[in-house]
């Protein structure tokens, strides 16, 4: 893979990137190398005083901007305000998300299902949707926050699953729709990463045991700066996906023959094990 020299400036270095999810995790971890890389960078998070931290930390390029991507008034808004501070848009990285409660369908409360949706999915549509004019002129890259969730079956979590799947089908059709404007998207593909929305799943019980039966190189979470240290790459190189770890291309390559072992894993004990707790009433 081709990589720049540390020497040459790098192609974001004046550029102006937005973030949603940006106070902590992955969104954080990008903020930081947007702007280790010489780009201007406005930290869109709910969490106004999360995202004013980070901003003071990263200092003059920064700067913080609360909004919740369920408010698509505030996120019309915050892109005025953004495009006014910094004078346009080159780059959105639409990547805040939830998990949502470890149940299974008939499990979930309806309202806790829609909000993943409400967040993950048309969250990304709002996030897009106010930034395409500015993103557009500018001729700038569009990179959106998918899952190895989209190609994988995720039971307990399938609103979560069902969102990512949902935001790679929608990333690839808003490529081919702004092709004749110059204008690039994305679609980033992450494992298990180290961060608080992955750490409140994998530290179940059950869930827990199950990765532990897995290979270790799948099962271990890689670290948020890994994750944004790929998410960057991929905004450098103005690539149609960005995936960490290592193998996250294999699986997805192979994702038609994953599928046929869906009925073994239907049998697997620690899985069918995972689907029972998650049946039971919730605390």
Not at 220 to 244: F, K, L
Request: proline residues 7%; aromatic residues 4%.
């Amino acid at each position: 893979m081709t990589t720049f020299h540390r020497n040459r400036p790098s192609p974001l270095a004046g550029r102006v990137a937005v973030i949603t999810g940006a106070a902590g995790g992955i969104g954080g971890a990008a903020a930081r190398q947007l702007v280790a890389r010489g780009a201007r960078v406005a930290l869109l998070d709910r969490d106004a005083e999360a995202a004013a931290a980070l901003a003071a930390e990263l200092g003059e390029p920064a700067a913080p901007f609360a909004v919740d991507v369920t408010d698509p008034n505030g996120l019309e808004r915050v892109m005025a305000e953004v495009a006014g501070r910094f004078g346009g848009i080159d780059v959105v990285v639409a990547n805040a998300g939830v998990s949502g409660p470890l149940a299974t369908v008939s499990a979930i409360e309806p309202a806790e299902f829609e909000q993943v949706v409400d967040v993950n999915l048309l969250g990304v549509w709002r996030t897009v949707r106010a930034a395409l004019p500015r993103v557009t002129e500018r001729r700038g890259y569009i990179l959106l926050t998918s899952s190895i969730a989209a190609a994988i079956p995720c039971p307990t979590v399938a609103a979560y699953a069902a969102t990512k799947a949902a935001v790679e089908a929608f990333g690839r059709a808003l490529r081919l729709e702004l092709a004749h404007t110059g204008t690039g998207v994305g679609v980033a593909y992450f494992g298990a990463v180290d961060t608080g929305l992955v750490r409140g799943l994998i530290t179940r019980p059950a869930l827990a045991d199950g990765l532990d039966r897995m290979p270790k190189v799948i099962g271990a979470p890689i670290s948020p700066a890994r994750a944004g240290a790929a998410m960057v790459n991929g905004i450098e190189r103005r690539s149609r996906s960005v995936y960490a770890p290592w193998w996250v291309p294999g699986l997805l390559a192979v994702r038609a023959q994953v599928a046929l072992a869906d009925p073994l894993a239907a049998r697997f004990p620690p899985l069918t094990r995972l689907i029972k707790d998650s049946e039971r009433a919730r605390p």
